[in-house]
């Protein structure tokens, strides 16, 4: 039996309520609007470059926003000895390639268990609490939510084109 994505059904945004559940919610909803996008598509689907000649794909994204889930809250946030898994230091494009439709359910969960832990590691922190980037300094836990919803809305979009170019859904 070929492993298709599970239906996932994105919650209603917050419209009243205090800073933190609603940057949580955001982040959440854009979480759930991505994984929308994958629903309902197997391994090959989810690996097929729908938009020639970029190498995006469902299954690249998948695998991007993973590092980028545990890089930016285990490892920077947390301080978590933990490296990217999928990208390549010096290949922005190193979550992308090589992909194996086969490891597709494997590697959706590895983004639904990083998802767990990014809400685990910020639970205990305040919004104004802060880290140190490797690159640019001091950042706080607030910009770091408003980061997330923007690197998950970015690629939305990717994934909202893509979805569309393999088999015409749309999310509405």
């Not at 890089?71 to 010096?90: H, M």
């Not at 590691?121 to 490797?134: G, K, M, N, Q, W």
Request: proline share 5%.
């Amino acid at each position: 039996m070929t492993w298709t994505a599970p239906e996932v059904t994105p919650a209603d945004e917050p419209l009243l309520g205090a800073e933190r559940p609603m940057l949580e919610a955001w982040l959440d909803r854009h979480r759930a609007t991505f994984l929308a996008n994958c629903a309902g598509l197997s391994g090959e689907q989810l690996a097929t470059a729908s938009t020639p000649p970029s190498n995006l794909t469902l299954l690249g994204l998948i695998r991007h926003l993973t590092d980028v889930e545990r890089v930016w809250f285990r490892r920077r946030l947390a301080g978590e000895d933990v490296k990217a898994r999928y990208g390549v230091p010096g290949n922005r494009d190193g979550a992308f390639e090589h992909l194996d439709p086969a490891r597709a359910e494997t590697e959706y969960a590895d983004l639904l268990a990083e998802m767990a832990k990014s809400r685990a590691a910020v639970a205990s922190r305040d919004l104004d609490d802060t880290f140190v980037h490797e690159r640019v300094g001091e950042i706080s836990v607030r910009w770091l939510y408003i980061h997330l919803i923007e690197e998950y809305a970015q690629h939305n979009g990717h994934a909202d084109l893509i979805r569309e170019r393999i088999d015409g859904r749309t999310n509405e």
